[in-house]
T-cell receptor, first 114, second 112 residues
Framework: EAGVAQSPRYKIIEKRQSVAFWCNPI?????LYWYQQILGQGPKLLIQ????????DSQLPKDRFSAERLKGVDSTLKIQPAKLEDSAVYLC????????????FGSGTQLSVL | SQKIEQNSEALNIQEGKTATLTCNYT??????LQWYRQDPGRGPVFLLL?????KEKRKERLKVTFDTTLKQSLFHITASQPADSATYLC???????????FGAGTRLFVKA
C-alpha cells in the first residue's frame, strides 16, 4: 500500500514569510497527526485530526500556525508569519483508528527559516 | 509535570553485542508503549508495541520490556549490526485521548 505522502520535501523561507505543507495519509486512515521535530529532539505533537475534526491542538501556536483536513483526507499545515525558531522538520503521520495502532509517518518537510 | 526520558547520550557498541536502550516516564499511565526507529532524513518507523499487561515482547532480534511499577521500558537489540545504527524513539499514548507522545530518542552507533 502507498505510504504517507508529504510535500514539499524541503523549503527555505525568510522570517515573516508564510509557508504551507501538504500531507496525504494512507487511504482509510481516520486519524492524522502533524508533528514538529527540531534537530536533536523527538517529534512534538502539534495537532491531531479524527476524520475532519480536530481532536487536540493544545500544542499548536495558534497565533501563527493553522491546519485543516478537508473532507477527512488530505491535510495542510500553514505558518504565517514564520519565525526563526520554526526551523524544523514537519512530520505528518496517520493511523487507522484512534488507539492501539501504530503510526505511519511520511518523510517530512524540512523547513529552514532564515 | 509529564516527562518521557530516554538516554540523551549516544550509545556506541560493537557489532554482535546487545544494545539496551531505556525509556522512563513520569506522570503518565499509558495503556501501551511503542518503539520506533528513525534514520536521518526519514520519518520514524514502527518497531514494536507492548501493552501494560505484557511484561515482554519479542520480534526477531528485538525485545521490549515494560515495567509499569518502575514506569520504565527497556529496548534490546541482540546480535547488533552496523545496519541497526539509527535513532530509537519510545512513544506512549496519553491517557484520556489518542495523543501519541514521543521521547527525545537515543542515537545508537554499532561499529563493525
Amino acid at each position: 500500500e502507498a505510504g504517507v505522502a508529504q510535500s514539499p520535501r524541503y523549503k527555505i523561507i525568510e522570517k515573516r514569510q508564510s509557508v504551507a505543507f501538504w500531507c496525504n495519509p494512507i487511504s482509510g486512515h481516520a486519524t492524522l497527526y502533524w508533528y514538529q521535530q527540531i534537530l536533536g529532539q523527538g517529534p512534538k505533537l502539534l495537532i491531531q485530526f479524527q476524520n475532519n475534526g480536530v481532536v487536540d491542538d493544545s500544542q499548536l501556536p495558534k497565533d501563527r500556525f493553522s491546519a485543516e483536513r478537508l473532507k477527512g483526507v488530505d491535510s495542510t499545515l500553514k505558518i504565517q508569519p514564520a519565525k526563526l525558531e520554526d526551523s524544523a522538520v514537519y512530520l505528518c503521520a496517520s493511523r487507522k483508528t484512534g488507539i492501539n495502532e501504530k503510526l505511519f509517518f511520511g518523510s517530512g518537510t524540512q523547513l529552514s527559516v532564515l | 509535570s509529564q516527562k518521557i526520558e530516554q538516554n540523551s547520550e549516544a550509545l556506541n557498541i560493537q557489532e554482535g553485542k546487545t544494545a539496551t536502550l531505556t525509556c522512563n516516564y513520569t506522570n503518565y499511565s499509558p495503556a501501551y508503549l511503542q518503539w520506533y526507529r528513525q534514520d536521518p532524513g526519514r520519518g520514524p518507523v514502527f518497531l514494536l508495541l507492548i501493552r501494560e499487561n505484557e511484561k515482554e515482547k519479542r520480534k526477531e532480534r528485538l525485545k521490549v520490556t515494560f515495567d509499569t511499577t518502575l514506569k520504565q521500558s527497556l529496548f534490546h537489540i541482540t546480535a547488533s549490526q552496523p545496519a541497526d545504527s539509527a535513532t530509537y524513539l519510545c512513544a506512549l499514548e496519553d491517557t484520556g485521548g489518542f495523543k501519541t507522545i514521543f521521547g527525545a530518542g537515543t542515537r545508537l552507533f554499532v561499529k563493525a
